[in-house]
């Protein structure tokens, strides 16, 4: 067979599942998170990875397998975690997704076991498994243990995120119906989404320690831990877990030491938070014990106290943000 026709073939091929991954200069760990998903007990699926304008080797890594269950997108440039993620989301065909981080490992049997488990649990969206902490070396150095049933994840959650991302695979109607990752969630985007869809549907664990999950100095939540932290309390605003004021408590917590030297991507994600909150119609005084210290808080604050009174509209608002953003953005 021609590689043109299998390409074909696979395309035309309706996969019970899509694995979704998405890699920004992941050579060094690449080959055991793919070969992880390809070595699958469970055979039906296509594998969908974004590569997210890497400028390593990865996509010469990419294109030296030859398995028609894999299609590569390559994006021009990096546009971040969510969008590839929504990006793959739009082409895939599978009636589950299941994801897969591109520095981490799945066991054989985590898509045939989560399968089975969505297929005789219908009214559940999302399953994720117990996982195995390893190394940089893939040395496994802890076990951590999630909770299996929707009662105890749907408590667990109001406070913290307890199922792991890349172990998870969603029913795709569900997930339809939730709506995609929020791509304005530049961190945290997963434990956004499972707020929202325990909302409609019920969440699961699988005791089995299906996935391991890789510690190491260069991954999002060892190099992002402040974004992270302020997103996390971002989705519980978004989604009514917590209010505008204990939430303000917690970015003082979080980000005080580094409020007066907001610049380039921290700032960015403050501007984010800014705009998604006046969205939101957060009230404006809970904002402002982070944004006093801002060079242009006043001019902030202005905005949102104008919007909160609906004085003007949100477009005009998000227009103004966006001026202020460029002027101390340049």
Partial sequence: MLPNQRKQEAIITKPKVTVLMSVYNGERYLREAVDSILNQTFKDFEFIIINDGSTDKTQKFLYDYNDPRIKIINNKENIGLTRSLNKGLRAAKGEYIARQDADDISAPER??????????????????????????????????????????????LEIRNCINHGSTMIRRTYLNKVGQYDENMLRSQDYDLWLRVLKKY????????????????????????????????????????????????????????????????????????????????????????LLYRLRFSKKITKILKDFEKDKISYEEANLRMKDINNDILS
């Fill in 111 to 156: 898509l045939r076991t989560e399968v089975n488990f969505l297929e005789k649990h219908k009214n559940h969206a999302v399953v994720g498994t117990s996982v195995k902490i390893i190394d940089e070396d893939s040395v496994i150095i802890g076990l951590l243990d999630r909770p299996t049933k929707d009662e105890q994840i749907r408590k667990i």
């Fill in 202 to 289: 019920l969440l699961a664990n699988i005791p089995e320690y299906l996935y391991l999950w890789r510690k190491h100095a260069d991954n999002i939540e060892a190099k992002n831990l402040i974004e992270q932290n302020i997103f996390v309390a971002l989705a519980k605003v978004k989604n009514r877990i917590s209010d505008a004021g204990k939430v303000a408590v917690q970015f003082i917590n979080v980000t005080t030491y580094k409020i007066k030297n907001f610049k380039g991507s921290s700032f960015n994600t403050l501007f984010k938070l800014i705009q998604i909150l006046t969205l939101n119609r957060i009230k404006v005084a809970t904002l402002y014990c």
